[in-house]
Every structure is written in C-alpha cells, then in structure tokens.
C-alpha cells in the first residue's frame, strides 16, 4: 500500500525535517506515528498526501510514485484518502453539514445521499444539531470533530490523521478512535500521527517512533517505547 525509501525532507536553508527514512506499511494496516513535536510526524503525513514532495527518495502509494506523477494524478489519489489535519482546514462560508459532505460532492454524490450520509455521521460525533451552523461558531473540539467526519464519508482507501484528538476529552477520543477502527476493520488502511502515548498504549498495534526526522522504533507492540 505505502513505499518510502531513503526518504528526505529539507526545507530552506537547511532544516532537514525527514532523514533516510524507510517505511512499508501494507493495505488494511493500522499504525501510530508516535514523537514529539517536531520529529517530523505532519512531514511524512504530507508526504503521503502530496501535499509536499520529497527532496530526496520515493514515496509510493497503491504502486503509485508520487515524485512522477502529474497534478491530475495527485487530484485522483486525494480522492481516495482521508485526511484529519491539526489545523481542520474546514470551509468556512459552508455549513458543518457542507463541509462533511464535501468529498462526496466532489466525486458527483446526488444531494440527498450527501446530506443523509453526512447527517448520519454527525449524530455519530454528537454534532446532529450543529449541521446548519458555520464553522467559526463550533468549539475547537467540535471543529476538530467535524474535520474527522470529512475524512470518513468519502470511505477511502487511506485515512491520514495528524493528532486527530488534541483537542478532544477522553470520552470523545475514544469515540473518535472506535470511528478509525471501525474504518480499518473494513479494510482501510489507517496512520495516526499523534503523541497521545496512553491511546497508543491502550489500542496496543503497530507503532513508528520518530525522533529528529529518523525512525528510531517499530513496534508491533509499542510496550517499548517509554
């Protein structure tokens, strides 16, 4: 599903934010990205959305290398991945309901369909009655909840969450979490950025320990990594 090899990430003048990194995870895996900040986490998850290019190494996704493929190209992979950003990136002259729902319309979902599914997702969050609201009068949290909603609807193939619940209460986490699982259970691959150690210890799977842009751990069980 996913290839990095000897992957580099520079940014001007010389702040090297990924260093030799080699990373295979297959479909229908369930990883924590775990470091603290500044390890390079949000790095590699943009890597993965072509949201930035490698300065050195590849980066293949479903067989796909992404230094040689077009910005169509790019346009078509997104369509197939989830993405929770830290910063949520919601529309915000659009509803909550129109911001969940916003993955569907771009690949031609009638109306209806789009706003039962999203209708639907939002009672899962506890948001059921925000729908017609904007997303500048949403709490932190309840924005952040919503960016999750956005990434599930579209059911992809990849879902790339980057401290998807930083700004959440335990009981929402966990909810948010249950959603993820949900997700991989039924196949799709899920990376989780995130240096939350109690859910990674709780969930007990796969875990990548960065630290200063280099893999420094693997775990199948992360039990190793205090």
Known sequence: MIHLHNVYKTYPPDQNALKGLDLDVKAGDFIFIAGASGAGKSTLLKLLFGAETPS???VVIGGRNLSS???DGIAHLRREIGVIF???KLLPRRTVADN????????????????RLALSLLKSIGLEDRGDALPLTLSGGEQQRVSIARALIHQPRLILADEPTGNLDPDMTRVVFD???EANAAGVTVLVATHNLAIIEE??????????GKIIGDFQSPR???
């Open 56 to 58: 050195k190494g590849e």
């Open 69 to 71: 493929i077009d910005r």
């Open 86 to 88: 830290q910063d949520y």
């Open 100 to 115: 969940v729902a916003f993955g569907l319309e771009v690949l031609g979902i009638k109306e209806s369909e789009r706003k």
């Open 179 to 181: 959603l993820l699982l």
């Open 203 to 212: 969930l007990n799977l796969r875990t990548v320990v960065l630290d200063r």
């Open 224 to 226: 190793g990594i205090a």
